[in-house]
């Protein structure tokens, strides 16, 4: 089936979407959201659906669904949607969710700023006015200048539509200004679709999915927007639905690799309910200490992991919680010793930290019974529960919030956003499994829940390291990797182990190969002798502030020519729009509308001095103020819009019919003057940073880099095709990958571990060691295990080439050390990584070594970096590697 994702991503892929930092989006949102490749990629999408394309078929209104991953901020998406039509003049929306516990929540993210999960920045600020999010209840006299948002669930917005009361909402008052609905949960709204085909007027017009059908028909402006994690398109009425609506597809098993995610692990064990409790409360302790410890920064502070205690029924939940309050106020230390003695691998690592860290078990059972007292654990089983119950569960890594533990059947499976979960503990003993051998509808439910504790705990140790993704992968010995894991304790039975694994890795939210020994790669003790080892220094550069004082010409921001084509439809009715030219080559729809047209020529300047200059007028960028802080050189807008030096001949050309041309009024003069300046405020915004990579490359004693050795959990991609990935060389069962490791005195670790382009390089410079070793000494490559990063010269890109060739000259007066960057790369990734190799490449041209005093004073430092070395076109490559060294 053709999916409308398919073909929009094909788009992206092609390079004909790209994404556009909006000063009224990113400024106006909380600055902790919105920095995840996958959440701009959707933002890009959805502006050049909404546009950027108008070529692009769509139906009126306008119907659209996010599918994306639970846990994957679909929220801050829908904040971010929010700006992006407020801009193109909506101003009402309609959010609706499926349940009231979700409404609560929802509210506060939206409206509360002391809220720590408030969505906006304090001030939402467009066209340089404040603007203010309203909860409202119609829309009859909303202010036109702000965000009005009603917040309903689904069903209470069906019963007061099918029911109108006084002052209430009715379809006719929803039918007298253009609005937004913005579904959460989406798939809740089927009921219609997936119901017999045969279905009778009263069905239609008594279901939900009718009432929403209803108001978005009101108006050919109105616009439906869905998220849901949940598409179910093996059902065909439901396929054929939304076959032209998806707009993206982010998976979970996609959120997973990309590190955004918790790790599962399953500790499955034979110990009775309450060791099982104790042991989940021994490690929650763990984890706090652990976090205590290492002092790191995240947005949410102080830590507090929280367990969560899920029961089958109402009833044994609430035994479960009367339990739990007694084994806390009798627990002794005998009771934690017992699970000293019968604990698994995680939990003896618990206990050798507790060791290390001169805590006995006396004080942890202290410690224990104070965390979890009664009045930091909640019992939550009922939909009506109280609001401040709901907004505690909401806000559960809140500063004020003591909550540790909670105790429920189902109440959290959907709409619960919570990132400081870290244990659930299964109480029921079932197998969970039905009858005829499926998973039974509880083991899907708990897989659900185990989905949306996956939300990963935002965290980072040093400044550059990514606040919102594991980073332990590769160094599983680390105690901080507790904080990026989730641990599902249930009862070891075969049967319910097997289900909920099924469940897991179908959702792509657990990897069953992590259980296997990890993998470990060791700094040979050989090369700890040498003298790179002992003297040897790797040189990094910083990322730094941008000085725009230097900028003297666009051309120093922008370096390829601005220059647009502008198609004119036939008639004063057609749109007016700024083009892409691939994008036409490759749609034969586009095809279509440009029969018939001419090319006109001009500058942009040619449209008129005044017209221009009112046409900056209704975009902010072009505010002076905003235009010299850019671009400090800059005297006027005048001068912007004449000079040649910025956009003064900008060429554009027309496309249209020749009459249309040669007849323009000076409306639509205006017109393509604001879309010309809109794409060229894109272009130039998309090449303004405020970071930079320094020139100057500083040394630092390369052992201080490698004193840990590499512990990682490897999970073959799919997109490897040759499946390298995780195979040792020295046993490898393929001849062109296979090599002893060990015995190479020049490869620094042990083994390698790596991608097919890896072991490919690798045997490269194998085969040329010999060419080396005729004019070098001290040859070593080194694998940049996550040791370091350098930042690209133009906006400050953090990169980790993934090798790193050491080496000196020989019989030089002085010692002249190279230190060669180096970057395999597979073909499906060349053109998304250019930047990396274009980055490369300019730092024989651009890098600068800082001086090296003291004991390194006598010695000469060069640094290189080199093309991609890919197997395929290896040979660009190699004669880049033998012009550097001088070999032949």
């Known amino acids: ?119 906006f920045a304090d001030k939402i600020i467009i066209d340089f006015k404040e603007i203010q999010v309203n909860q409202v209840d119609n829309f009859e006299t909303v202010p036109d200048s702000d965000i009005n948002i009603l917040f309903s669930t689904i069903q209470g917005l069906h019963v007061q539509l099918k029911e109108p009361r006084e002052n209430g909402l009715t379809f006719e008052s929803l039918q007298q200004s253009k609005l937004v609905i913005l579904s959460d949960e989406a798939h809740h709204l089927n009921t219609l679709t ?54 993206m597809r982010y998976s979970l098993k996609e959120f997973r690799n990309d590190k955004y995610s918790k790790e599962i692990k399953l500790i499955k064990s034979g110990i009775n309910t309450e060791e099982r409790i104790l042991q989940a409360l021994l490690l929650s302790q763990y984890r706090l200490k652990v976090a205590n410890d290492n002092k790191f920064q995240s947005p949410y502070l102080p830590f507090k992991p929280v367990i969560l205690f899920k029961s089958a029924s109402i009833e044994e939940s609430e035994k479960c919680f009367e339990k739990f309050k007694q084994l806390l106020k009798n627990l002794k230390a005998q009771d934690l010793q017992v699970l000293q003695s019968n604990g698994g691998v995680t939990l003896n690592k618990a206990f050798e930290f507790f060791k290390q ?40 890594e809140g500063d004020k919030n003591e909550i540790r533990a909670i105790f429920t059947v189902k109440m959290l499976t959907e709409g619960w956003d919570v990132l400081n979960l870290f244990d659930i ?121 941008k000085d725009n004082k230097k900028v003297t010409s666009l051309k120093q921001i922008h370096e390829t020519n601005l220059q647009y084509k502008h198609f004119i439809g036939t008639s004063g009715t057609d749109e007016l729009v700024v083009f892409d030219e691939e994008a036409v080559k490759a749609d034969r729809e586009l095809q279509k509308k440009f029969v018939g047209s001419i090319n006109k020529e001009i500058i942009l300047i040619d449209l008129g001095l005044n017209i221009c200059l009112k046409a900056t007028e209704n975009i902010p960028f072009f505010n002076f103020d905003n235009l010299n802080n850019i671009l400090p050189q800059l005297k006027s807008k005048r001068e912007f819009l004449t000079n040649d030096i910025w956009i003064g001949k900008t060429p554009v050309t027309l496309i249209g019919s020749k009459d249309r041309l040669e007849a323009l009024l000076p409306k639509e003069k205006l017109t393509i003057a604001e879309n010309i300046l809109q794409a060229i405020k894109n272009d130039i915004g998309a090449k303004v940073h405020k970071y930079e990579g320094s020139r100057e490359f500083e040394g630092r004693p390369l052992k201080n880099y490698l004193q840990k050795d590499v512990v990682m959990m490897v999970s073959e991609p799919e997109e490897d095709s040759k499946k390298q990935y995780g195979k040792s060389m020295t046993g490898n069962n393929r001849q062109e990958f296979k090599m002893n490791v060990a015995a190479a005195d020049w490869y620094i670790y042990d083994e390698n571990y790596g991608t097919s382009e890896e072991k490919y390089f690798i045997k490269y410079i194998e085969q040329v060691m010999i060419l080396l070793k005729q004019k070098y000494t001290d040859i070593y490559l080194l694998r940049n295990e996550k040791l370091f990063k350098i930042y690209n010269f133009k906006d400050g890109a953090a990169f980790e080439p993934d090798f790193v060739l050491f080496m000196k000259e020989k019989k030089t007066d002085r010692k002249l050390s190279y230190q060669l960057f180096i970057e395999p790369k597979g073909d499906g990734y060349i053109a998304k990584d250019q930047w990396k190799e274009d980055f490369l490449i300019e730092i024989d041209i651009k890098a600068k070594v800082k001086r090296v005093e003291l004991l390194y004073e006598n010695d000469k430092f060069k640094i290189f970096g080199l093309p991609f070395y890919n197997y395929q076109t290896r040979q660009k490559f190699e004669m880049k590697f033998k012009e550097v060294l001088k070999v032949e």
């Open 425 to 545: 503990v299964r109480l029921d003993e079932s197998n969970g499994v039905n009858t005829n051998g499926k998973p039974a509808a509880s083991t899907i439910s708990e897989a659900q829940l185990i989905g949306r504790g996956a939300r990963y705990f935002p965290f980072q140790i040093k400044a550059d390291e990514e606040m919102y993704q594991r980073k332990f992968d590769k160094d599983l010995r680390n105690d901080l990797r507790c904080l990026e894991e989730l641990y599902y304790h249930s009862l070891n039975d075969n049967k319910y182990i097997e289900a909920i694994t099924k469940e897991l890795v179908e959702q792509g939210v657990y990897d069953p190969n992590q259980d296997e020994a990890p993998l470990e790669v060791k700094v040979k003790n050989e090369f700890k002798q040498t003298t790179l080892w002992d003297e040897g220094l790797l040189f990094t550069n910083e990322l730094v502030k």
């Open 194 to 247: 997936k119901k017999k085909k045969n279905k009778t007027e009263e069905e239609e017009e008594n279901s939900w999915e009718w009432t929403i059908n209803t108001i978005i028909n009101n108006h050919p402006e109105n616009i439906l927007l869905e998220y849901t994690a949940t598409v179910d398109l093996n059902h065909s009425e439901i396929a054929k639905k939304y076959a032209d609506k998806i707009l």
């Open 1 to 119: 089936m053709d999916l409308l994702s398919d073909k929009i991503h094909g788009y992206w892929k092609d390079g004909f979407i790209n994404y556009e930092e909006k000063d009224y989006i990113k400024g106006n949102l909380n600055p902790m959201f919105l920095d995840r490749l996958y959440q701009q990629e959707a933002l890009a999408k959805f502006d050049f659906y909404l546009n950027k394309f108008p070529a692009l078929p769509k139906d009126k209104p306008i119907h659209l669904l996010l599918n994306l991953a639970t846990g994957s901020g679909k929220t801050v998406l829908m904040a971010a949607n929010i700006l992006e039509l407020y801009t193109n003049g909506y101003r009402n929306f309609i959010f609706i969710v499926n349940s009231t516990n979700i409404i609560k929540k929802t509210i506060a993210n939206f409206t509360e700023k002391g809220n720590s999960k408030y969505l």
């Open 357 to 396: 860290s001169n805590i006995s078990i006396e004080q942890l059972t202290t410690e224990i019974k104070d965390a979890f007292r009664n009045e930091r654990c909640i019992i939550v089983n009922n939909e009506n529960d109280s609001e401040a119950k709901q907004i505690e569960l909401n806000q559960l």
